[in-house]
């Protein structure tokens, strides 16, 4: 009888839990259904770093700050007696080349012809707008934050086989900044590069982008550029971004765009402070309140809003119960497909999370978060045995 019920035991499947301390060595995994009732709690309440899975909270703090239909803005107010245009930074993300030339041509409709000088007021963010964990590398994720950037802080060049710089996108003039920094990443080929100097070199190259897309509509631009608040004008035109605060959400969690992530962040504490500026300081402190207030979190640190900082730290549990905020306002289908879950990926040297939803095998929904310290693949074995084991089969996406 003895040998039998052993026997019996031994083929028994082992529990998840028994199952994921075989996997990982350090991290934790929790998932609750929609009522809360929890499914499986594996080291669920010791505090982790959550890498990207961070921006979970900066998209839940900025919506809630926000609301999902806004729209950031970019003023440009031109003075009809010295000529000069300036620009007001407003912390819009999605400022790309494609509304630049939406720009120029509302200009050109209120009569503006010629344009002495450029200058940018970008004081909604105090600089110098220091970001945790921000690297010195050429990729895109390590460019600079300021209120007044195009083309997400970065620069698309193109390096031809003699060395000559051309721009990387057709509809992006190539500019004087552009081209040296062309010129210094010297390696053949087409690059996005990231400008790292938030405080002059983004809004600058901005306004040395904007002056060749002004003069391609056949205004008139001084080669004059300068960085300095903005005078009341009575010719204005104000842009509104092209996606609202919940497609800007949407890109951010689908690309893990960590300068969206900031800028969000920092645009969303303007709106609280009641658009006096705003540094990163504010910006954390709007996360945390909304973290401490709202979702009555405790323990939990916050250094930055793109999960770039090792500092930053959740539980599991935490990010479950914020999964479970962002599906009770509708916000669930704002995460990106992966892996036939709806789920925001986590990576940094050594780091490695997920959370996201699935459909349980009863048709429920199930909220999971998975951090851990070790690799993708290590990562993506645990998605694995929880697909397994409470998942429904096929696709686990709502």
């Not at 082992?14 to 009732?37: F, I």
Request: charged share 20%; aromatic share 4%; hydrophobic share 45%.
């Amino acid at each position: 009888m003895t040998l039998l019920l052993a026997a019996i035991l031994a083929a028994s499947p082992a529990s998840p839990e028994t199952e994921l301390a075989r996997l990982v060595r350090v991290g934790g995994v929790h998932v609750e259904d929609d009522s809360g009732t929890v499914l499986l709690s594996w080291h669920s309440d010791e505090f982790r770093t959550p890498a990207s899975v961070m921006k979970l909270a900066t998209a839940a703090a900025a919506l809630h700050a926000l609301g999902p239909k806004a729209r950031l803005t970019t003023d440009f107010v031109f003075d009809p007696v010295s000529h000069g245009l300036c620009v007001v930074g407003g912390g819009d993300p999605f400022l790309v080349s494609e509304s630049l030339r939406r720009a120029a041509d509302s200009l050109a409709a209120l009569g503006v012809t010629d344009v002495s000088r450029l200058s940018a007021d970008c004081g909604l963010f105090v600089q110098p707008l220091e970001v945790d964990g921000l690297g010195v590398s050429a990729n895109p994720y390590d460019a600079g934050v300021s209120a007044f950037s195009v083309n997400f802080n970065t620069v698309a060049v193109s390096i031809g086989a003699n060395g000559t710089i051309g721009s990387g996108e057709p509809e992006t003039p190539l500019t004087p900044i552009a081209r040296e920094m062309g010129k210094k990443a010297g390696r053949r080929g087409d690059h996005r590069l990231p400008i790292r100097n938030g405080v002059t070199t983004a809004p600058l190259y901005a306004l040395e982008l904007l002056r060749e897309i002004l003069r391609e509509r056949g205004i008139s631009v001084g080669d004059s550029t300068s960085l300095e608040p903005c005078t009341p004008s009575s010719v204005r035109y104000r842009h509104q971004s092209q996606q609202s605060v919940e497609g800007v959400v949407a890109a951010m969690l689908e690309y893990s765009n960590n300068v969206i992530a900031n800028m969000l962040m920092l645009a969303a504490a303007a709106r609280e402070n009641g658009g006096r500026p705003v540094g990163m300081a504010d910006g954390v402190a709007m996360v945390r309140a909304f973290l401490a207030d709202e979702l009555r979190f405790e323990g939990f640190e916050v250094k930055e809003g793109s999960g770039l900082s090792r500092a930053n730290r959740l539980t599991p549990r935490q990010i479950v119960a914020l999964l479970h905020h962002l599906r009770d306002h509708g916000y669930d289908l704002l995460l990106p497909l992966y892996k036939g879950v709806r789920a925001k990926t986590g990576t940094l040297a050594g780091v490695t999370c997920l959370a996201g939803y699935m459909t349980l095998q009863d048709g429920r929904t199930a909220s999971f978060a998975i951090l851990l310290e070790g690799n993708v693949g290590l990562r993506d074995r645990v998605l694995t045995l929880l697909k397994g084991r409470l998942a429904a089969a096929g696709d686990g996406a709502q």
